[in-house]
């Protein structure tokens, strides 16, 4: 069992950067898949951006060119470096992670508070 731990959300004002950070109690070479979802109040959950194993990222075209989304093995610490931040970015910023196998382990982290201000 692992366990995913998100850090590093605030209140911040339009236009400025946050970077959260998702630890995991264990490695996370064995994840397939490392995400950041995101769930505003009253909406459902959105993919924000995930990253394989290979380093391959996609994005959520709302934050393209604004958000990077970066992994290190070593430190079993998946990141998400936002700029540009804008009020609809505000939300509860949640990790996921996918393993191998069929059907894989998911796990999920409890989600840190993102407040964008204008």
């Known amino acids: 069992q692992v366990h995913l731990v998100e850090s590093g959300g605030g209140l911040v004002q339009a236009g400025g950067s946050l970077r959260l950070s998702c630890a995991a109690s264990?490695?996370?070479?064995?994840?397939?898949?490392m995400e950041w979802y995101r769930q505003a109040p009253g909406m459902g959950r959105e993919l924000v951006a995930g990253?394989?194993?290979?380093?391959?990222?996609n994005y959520a075209e709302s934050v393209k060119g604004r958000f990077t989304i970066s992994r290190d093995n070593g430190k079993n610490t998946l990141y998400l470096q936002m700029s540009g931040l804008r009020p609809e970015d505000t939300a509860v910023y949640s990790c996921?992670?996918?393993?191998?196998?069929?059907?894989?382990?998911?796990?999920w982290g409890q989600g840190t508070q993102v407040t964008v201000s204008l």
């Open positions: 996921h992670a996918r393993g191998p196998g069929f059907p894989p382990m998911t796990y």
């Open positions: 264990g490695s996370i070479l064995g994840f397939n898949v």
């Open positions: 990253i394989g194993r290979a380093g391959n990222t």
